[in-house]
């Protein structure tokens, strides 16, 4: 069986997984999932929610 992917992310946890993400407070597997679902290519030079 191959490996499974949400088909939808929970706003709050997507936002709360973004702001640790910026803060650098996720563990390695949850920055590649964030990386991979907002396909960023590296790390970001600017917020990600612009206006938090």
Do not use: F, K
């Amino acid at each position: 069986m191959g490996r499974r992917s949400p088909s939808w992310v929970n706003t709050p946890v997507l936002l709360q997984a973004i702001e640790r993400y910026e803060q650098g407070r996720l563990p390695r597997s949850m920055q590649l999932w964030i990386q991979t679902l907002l396909e960023i290519d590296q790390p970001p030079t600017t917020p990600l929610r612009p206006g938090c």
